[in-house]
């Protein structure tokens, strides 16, 4: 076991950058590369360390990829399902595909066995913000929304002919995205993907994918998205800057980072 701090902290992510704190002990260790590409389909190689301090390995496959939410993070993000013989025993084990780092376990269920991995795409993404001069985390649109597959809804909002689209509720506190879209707007196209009445898109590495992974997994806080949205019966073209979405935006802080609240100090 080595002594550690934490140098930076996501708690979008549930990813952290530690530094060891012994210099001899921290050249001890071999890093390994991360996955440039992972097949959703993909046989792996599974390892954890056990509590004598041995370490268990099997094999594993990708059974399902899709956009959820993580155990221990607020939001939704790339995942894969992980079927294995490994019994995992908790989470933090790694998922290897020739020698490569394709994630980290973030859940396991004994009675399926199987495990929720956080991909190398997400963990990639982290650590290159981390490595920039300044984190921006991972982006939000800033607006809320809703599948639209009521027929009666949708011929009100005049998008009964369209085969896609999904309804916009509102925007967060603080958003950019407040002064663009609207309430009842139905977002057709987003990124240039089309958006159909579950808010899914096809996605050109792993097919069909929720809304949210355009935003998280595509683009960084900053970046100004064009969309396509139905106001009225009419289609108009908005840009929408994405930003990051913090606790202190919100009216009850989530406190994901486990942080006391400002107002208790």
């Known amino acids: 076991k080595y002594a550690a701090t934490v140098e930076l902290a996501d708690a979008d992510a549930d990813l952290a950058i530690l530094r060891i704190a012994d210099p001899v002990r921290m050249r001890e260790l071999v890093p390994l590369d991360l996955a440039t590409a992972v097949p959703k389909n993909a046989r792996l190689q599974i390892a954890r360390f056990q509590d004598s301090g041995g370490i268990s390995e099997g094999n594993g496959q990708i ?3 899709s956009v959820s939410g993580l155990p221990q993070a607020p939001g939704q993000l790339l995942t894969f399902k992980v079927l294995t013989e490994v019994n995992i025993n908790g989470d933090g084990a790694i998922a290897l595909l020739d020698g490569k ?7 396991y269920d004994h009675n399926t066995r199987i495990g929720t991995l956080l991909p190398a795409a997400v963990i990639g993404r982290f650590v290159a913000e981390a490595s920039g001069p300044r984190y921006r985390g991972f982006a939000s649109a800033g607006f809320l929304w809703a599948p639209l597959v009521d027929a009666a809804e949708r011929k009100y909002l005049k998008v009964d002919g369209r085969p896609g689209g999904v309804l916009v509720l509102s925007a967060m506190p603080g958003a950019d995205a407040g002064s663009v879209l609207q309430s009842q707007d139905v977002l057709v196209e987003w990124d240039g993907r089309p958006i159909d009445k579950l808010g899914f898109y096809e996605d050109a590495e792993f097919g069909r994918l929720a809304l949210p992974h355009l935003v998280k997994g595509r683009r960084c806080p900053g970046d100004e998205v064009e969309a396509k949205v139905v106001r009225q019966g009419e289609e108009r073209a908005v840009r929408v800057r994405l930003a990051r979405q913090t606790d202190d935006r ?3 802080p989530e406190n994901t980072a486990g942080e006391q609240a400002a107002y208790l100090a």
């Open 63 to 65: 059974v399902e990829v």
């Open 101 to 107: 780092v394709a994630g980290l376990t973030v859940a």
């Open 250 to 252: 919100s009216l009850v």
